[in-house]
């Protein structure tokens, strides 16, 4: 327990301005309060960034996060401790941290020495499995929490069992606007003589805005001078995604119902200063959101507290802030309901000007300096009572139980081997080989490691672009008349030697169902599943072994998202007994496996029986696949432990001699992803640690100790050699490295999000 209630340093975590967003314009807004308040207490800014060294940030923060590198959360928890900080300040919502329903920040709390007082701009009524989990800990491991409506403070204890007595109930901070006649502000914004209707708020199709525009035609029939000012920008996540489609639809929407001239769209971010004298210009305020779970709203908050009437639906902090006759509420989406609102207030200024002065008067409490004087008493009352959980020593945890570092992605080398057609097969050195031209083994296998480098988070703009490239590619290579994948494309864009291979339309299949079971893309899904729907029939008639199992593990990923599809189930079931069939043929005592020889990506193999194996599937199946990995994973560990794949100079028949060389990444990457899905089905680590064995053979723990990932280029060397490391860095060694690390992080997020129970 803390003897000493005196705070001499706060940290504040969460989003910061410059970047775009409510949270980042709260936390600046609190952080400079509480620095006003107590100027003797120095307050610092831990802030998250979505896009990489984007915001020039000013003096108070100290330290940034990587919104998707769960390392760096631990990293920023370090730093924290190490700074003197007496409590932690943090800002919660869902979408602003790594990690399933942003549970990344566990990472952080877990490890921080101060208290932590959290801020919960979010509390769902009905959580999903995840964000359950992740409120539950977080509820745990904070000293105080922070809500800002009465609601939210029974739906945590009620949804969450929140303890009463640790939270804290403190209205959202607003700025100190004066009670003033609206006239007083228009004219330096065109519209004097005019009323003025307001909405602002970054833009987003769950706004509602359109609603607004579809009861401005009956509002300007009675009152002919009104007119609807639209604030903010568009979301910076909307905007990376869909562009300006929606504002354009809105204005799309305005010429249709022949009222342009009464709507202004002021199209971009607006600093308190501007924001203050738009919100004084206002006659009436207006919130259509679409969602009754929206739980705070800044700009509801802000507008109210300045005195404006308001008209708006009913989520949950409208219904809450506006009973008692400070403001109107109206159904979702209902346009006519929204004009008969604001007709009544316009044809009625005593009531108008009543529910003006009963919302500025509840403001007074809202008003920044009083919000900063509520989050005092919090901390302090945090600090006297010491962390959540028992106090932490500043003892630093074992190598074995630190979650195992991977290397920064470094997407250059890929660049570097793609142009417009697709990713070319071979470099000398690490300088493509146009002569080689394309293949779509290398396409399949890049396009899915761009659909999970956008499940991670990776840099989205680049890597929907290379999603692209990579998906036209593989468009291009099916052939409409044979119903099968082509495989050489020369340099002069012409192919080579007509069908492919089985294993390449079944690769092809595999990362068309990876797109459709994963991508957030309605494109990618669309195209993917039309493909993949013409390119599944020709499988059933296969006899490559390992053109099943990519097909299985494709329609593994397919089933992800469409399980229902009575076609796709019946060729996963038709494709798993042709595998089984194969296992139980050549299996022996001392060779459970597949084949009589082990050559290329043959954890594959094992892995596609584990997939068609799990609930729903076949249990026979798994059980075998299970075992068929246990023995390759032995077969592949060497007496100093490392991993040491089967080599492809000759590669290993039953009864004959074992290639130890001519290493091939691809084996390594295949018995990554195959442990990581053997540890999420089973939840044995010692899966993982396989995984994590297979994967340092990258890094240099092989036979040579050499390393084959070359941090300097992003690249990955072709082989290992007898004596040396293949210098080439092509496109299926350098994809194959690039697949495993990403797999490795996908898996570790989940890990440093929800780790083992003890862990």
Known sequence: MATDPRIQRIAFLGNYLPRQCGIATFMS??????????????????????VAGCYAYPEPVRFEIAEQDATSY????????????????????????????????????????????????????????????????????????????????QMLGEVYQAPAQKVDLIPHGIPDIPFVDPNFYKDQFGVEGR??????????????????????PAILAEFPDVVYVVLGATHPNELREQGEAYRLSLEILAKKNRIEKSVIFYNRFVERAELTEFIGAADIYITPYLNEAQIVSGTLACAFGAGKAVVSTPYWHAQELLAGERGLLVPFGDAPAIARAVCGLLRDPARRHAMRKNAYKLGRAMIWPEAARLYMRSFEAARLQGSALSRRSFATKTLDRQPPGLPRLKLDHLIRMSDATGVFQHATFTVPNFSEGYCTDDNARAFILAVLLDELGEEPARCRGLATTYAAFLQYAFDAETKRFRNHLGFDRRWVGGTGSEDCHARALWALGTAVGRSRHSSFQSLSGQLFARALPAVLEFTSPRAWAFSLVGIHEYLRRLSGDSAVNQ????????????????????????????????????????????????????????????????????ENGHFRPIGSNGFYPRGGARAQFDQQPIEAQAMVSACLDAYRVTADARWYQQAQRAFDWFLGWNDLGLELYSPSTGGCRDALHVSRANGNQGAESTLAFLLALAEMRLTQNTITAFPEPGA
């Open 195 to 216: 009323t003025v209707v307001l909405t602002f708020g970054l833009l987003s199709p769950n706004k509602g805005i359109e609603n607004v525009l579809n009861a401005l």
């Open 571 to 638: 060729a996963r079931e038709c494709l798993t007994g042709k595998l089984m069939a194969n296992f139980d043929q050549c299996e022996r005592p001392d060779w459970p496996w597949f084949e009589d020889s082990l050559t290329y990506d043959n954890a594959k193999l094992a892995h596609a029986l584990i997939l068609s194996g799990e609930p729903g599937g076949e249990s026979a199946a798994q059980k075998r696949g299970l075992q068929a990995l246990r023995w390759l994973a032995e077969l592949q560990t060497s």
């Open 74 to 153: 631990q990293q920023a928890a370090h730093f924290i401790n190490i700074s003197n900080v007496d409590i932690v300040c943090l800002q919660h919502e869902f979408g602003i941290f790594g990690g399933p329903a942003g549970s990344h920040v566990l990472a952080l709390a877990r490890e921080l020495n101060p208290p932590l007082v959290t801020t919960l701009h979010t509390v769902l009524r009905e959580p999903g499995s995840d964000q359950r989990r992740v409120m539950r800990e977080l509820v745990a491991r904070s000293t105080r929490l922070v809500v800002m409506t009465e609601r939210a403070r």
């Open 29 to 50: 807004d609190l952080l400079t309060a509480v620095a006003a308040d107590r100027p003797e207490i120095q307050c610092l800014a831990v802030a998250v960034n979505d």
